[in-house]
Structure formats: structure tokens, C-alpha cells
């Protein structure tokens, strides 16, 4: 639950919270969007983090 | 006289998968899976995360990144024993930059929640400004179609044995470079950049998505799922998994398909109904609907009544981005001032997507 009341005072348009390389982006990219529903089963947790611990593969 | 092979091609058109994708498919994929190898057998270290899985509980799991250069994937495409000049020239993909990132799981969370291993989230991203063909010496005519990036969730056996990525990965990896042929064709019978009106759609579909309003999120990956041109995608996509079974009659493959994730999407746009979104966002049955569902509401009160415009905003965006983005007739004002209106339009048209997506799938009886 995240930018709810920031998000209020744009409202009126729903593109104004959108920078402009994020829509370029959106509209320079096809994709298979299968994080539906997967990232509500894998819900990653401290991913900022991750990268502190690491493990050699083999 | 017509030869086999070309009688095999005319089908494989017919059926919407051409025959010209197969090479590039083929090499990708193999370029996936050797980097992927090559990154084990050096002993790299990878990343630690942590995750709390449905029906399981707190697990870890490890993550690797691969990064592949436009140039370096072009070595590995030319040098692979895959390569064949002659196909090669029908499609010429030319130095794609590879991004690969990969979370390794136990298989059991996995396992529990019947999810696919493994699964590939994959992008296929285009620079509209570098977009095209152009002349290179010693190769002749080459086409600049963009960059990919999978990213793939997959279990301990898959990292175990590389191979169980397939056919999974080769669908993906179909799907995506199916897109890249579908620009390609386009920019060379008619000179345009993009997927035409439904690009303005996708586009639609990705900005309009906002963390609280997950009524609103679903119908916007259904709009995502009705265009034609992902349709397409879905088509070599299905071939790739389906060639991997055992068909004998078309009641298994029937049954086969059903098991696909392309018959998960025909069945989430014929299931898809105006009147249970709008319950749906009427249901206040925890503190969160509480305190989402009243802003989700006046979110898509807003992205409703401003639909035509918001798809100006972004057809005006992908004019100045180099896009190709032809004037389009927006939906009524009757249908904009009226939720319930808007939404039944849509499941109108997404139900006869669903039917349109499965006779396309159908047809895959041809190929197997």
C-alpha cells in the first residue's frame, strides 16, 4: 500500500504520477507479464538487501 | 511444382507460425542455457533473498544476473553451429543486448503452488530512434530490433539440470522474438514503427496499473491479454510446449492444451465479467478494502472518464518517441460516463477474444 495520498493530488490524471521514461518505456517494451499471479505466491522480501549475502553456486 | 518443404512453410504461415523465427529461436535459446551453464561451472557467487511463499511459509532463494553485450551476442549468433546465412537473411537480427536474471528455488514452494518450472518473464524492449534496417558491410542488409531480458524463476532441479528449461524457455524465447519479426515485417511492407492502434492499448494497460487498485490491475492485464497482436505471440509460443507432447488424435491435443498457459489466458478473457469487478470494488470486507477500494474507485472513475484523452496523451508520447501512432476512434461518451457501461463493453469484446484466441490455438492441430 504505497503512494495512496500522494497519488491523490493528481488524480484528475492518472497519467500525471507517471515520469516520462517510464512511459516511453511502456511503450518500448512487449512483455509476458507471468508475475500474474506469481508475485503474489513468491512475495520477495528485503530484495534492496539481497545483494549483502551472497553463496558460491556450487 | 510445390516441394514438401514449401508446402510445410504455406501451413506454418497459414497457422501463424513462420518459419523464419525458428533459426533465431533456436540460437537464443541455446545462447540462455550455455550462459547459464557457463555461469555455474565458473563457481560465481550468487545473490540471497529471502520470500514468504503461499501454503509454505519463509523460504530462501538464490539469484544470478547475466549480462550479455549487443556485440557479444552477435558473436555467439554467427559462430553458433545453428546459424544458416540463408534464413538468417529472411529475418536478420542483429546485435541484441541480453539481460538474463534468474531466482533459483527449493522445488517444493514451487511444487505447492503449481507453478511452472520454470516460469520465464521475459521483455522484448525496441529503441524506436535506432529501430530498422540498415546496410552492414560483409553481411548486407541487418535489422536493428532491440534488446531481450527473461527473467526466470525456476527450481533446484531446473538449475541442476539445465535442460529441464526447456521447452518453457523456448516458449518464451518464441514469444519474444515473434514480436521482433512482427515490427520487422511491419517495418518493411509499410515503413511504421510498432504494433499500430493495440500498441497505444499496451501501452494503456502498463500505465494505468497502481498498487492499490487490484480490481482495476486484473481488467488491465485482461485488456493486455485481448490484443491481437500478443494473440500472435501466444501462437509459436503454444507450438514450442505442445511439439514436446505426446499427441496421437486431437483429444489429446485438446487435452493438451489445456494444460498451457495460453488456455489460462482464453479462459481469464471468457470469464471476465462487468459485474463482478464492479462487485468486486463495492466489497468491503477487511481494514485494507477499507481503506484501498475508496481511492481504487476514484482512480478508475478518473482513468474511465478520462480514457480518450489518457490514449491521446500516449498516442502525442509515441509520436515524439518515433513512433508510428495513427489517429483512432475513441469509445462513446455514453460508455465513458458510466462504469458498469465501460466494463460491459469490454467483456464483450474480451469474450470474443477468448473464442478468437482458442480457434487460433486449435489450428496448432496442423502443425503436430
Same mark, same amino acid.
Given at each position: ?22 512511459? +516511453?518505456?511502456?511503450? +518500448? ?25 551472497? +553463496?558460491?553456486?556450487? | ?18 518459419? #523464419? ?19 555455474? #561451472? ?127 524457455? #523456448? ?198
Amino acid at each position: 500500500m504505497v503512494n495512496i495520498y500522494s497519488y491523490i493530488s493528481g488524480m484528475k490524471n492518472p497519467l500525471k504520477d507517471i515520469s516520462k521514461q517510464k512511459l +516511453t518505456e511502456l511503450l +518500448t517494451k512487449t512483455d509476458i507479464p507471468q508475475s500474474w499471479p506469481l508475485d503474489k505466491i513468491l512475495n520477495k522480501k528485503n530484495s534492496d538487501n539481497s545483494q549483502q549475502n551472497k +553463496t558460491n553456486n556450487k | 511444382m510445390i516441394t514438401r518443404s514449401r508446402i510445410k512453410q504455406i501451413i506454418n504461415e497459414a497457422v501463424g507460425v513462420p518459419d #523464419d523465427i525458428d533459426m533465431m529461436v533456436e540460437i537464443f535459446t541455446s545462447m540462455v542455457k550455455d550462459s547459464m551453464q557457463k555461469f555455474k #561451472d565458473s563457481g560465481q557467487d550468487l545473490d540471497i533473498g529471502e520470500a514468504e511463499v503461499t501454503n509454505y511459509g519463509d523460504t530462501e532463494f538464490k539469484r544470478g544476473e547475466i549480462k550479455i553485450s549487443k556485440e557479444k551476442s552477435w558473436q555467439y549468433v554467427k559462430n553458433s553451429p545453428l546459424f544458416n546465412k540463408e534464413k538468417w537473411e529472411k529475418f536478420p537480427m542483429y546485435k541484441n543486448k541480453v539481460n538474463i536474471t534468474f531466482d533459483i528455488y527449493p522445488d517444493e514452494p514451487l511444487d505447492i503452488n503449481n507453478i511452472n518450472k520454470p516460469t520465464v518473464n521475459a521483455v522484448h524492449e525496441f529503441e524506436p530512434t535506432q529501430f530498422g534496417l540498415k546496410d552492414v558491410k560483409g553481411l548486407g542488409l541487418t535489422y536493428s530490433s532491440g534488446n531481450f531480458e527473461f527473467n526466470i524463476t525456476m527450481g533446484e532441479s531446473n538449475w541442476e539440470n539445465l535442460d529441464t528449461m526447456s521447452p518453457n524457455l #523456448d516458449a518464451t524465447i518464441a514469444h519474444e522474438v515473434f514480436h521482433s519479426y512482427q515490427l520487422y515485417i511491419k517495418y518493411k511492407k509499410s515503413g511504421k514503427v510498432g504494433f499500430g492502434k493495440e500498441h497505444m492499448m499496451n501501452t494503456i494497460a502498463g500505465a494505468l496499473k497502481k498498487d492499490f487498485s487490484k480490481e482495476f490491475n486484473y481488467f488491465l492485464h485482461i485488456l493486455y491479454l485481448s490484443l491481437r497482436f500478443e494473440h500472435q505471440a501466444r501462437i509459436p509460443q503454444a507450438l514450442k510446449v505442445l511439439k514436446t507432447k505426446k499427441i496421437e488424435n486431437y483429444n489429446d491435443f485438446i487435452e493438451e492444451i489445456k494444460k498451457t498457459d495460453m488456455y489460462r489466458d482464453v479462459k481469464m478473457l471468457k470469464s471476465f465479467s462487468a459485474n463482478k469487478i464492479i462487485n468486486d470494488l463495492n466489497k468491503i470486507e477487511s481494514f485494507d478494502d477499507l481503506l484501498r477500494k475508496g481511492i481504487s474507485k476514484q482512480h478508475i472513475q478518473f482513468a474511465i472518464g478520462g480514457w480518450n484523452e489518457i490514449l491521446k496523451s500516449i498516442r502525442e508520447r509515441a509520436r515524439q518517441n518515433g513512433l508510428t501512432a495513427d489517429p483512432f476512434r475513441g469509445l462513446s461518451e455514453k460508455l465513458l460516463s458510466n462504469p458498469k457501461l465501460f466494463f460491459k463493453h469490454w467483456e464483450k469484446v474480451f469474450n470474443r477474444r477468448g473464442d478468437e484466441l482458442f480457434r487460433k490455438l486449435t489450428r496448432l492441430y496442423a502443425l503436430l
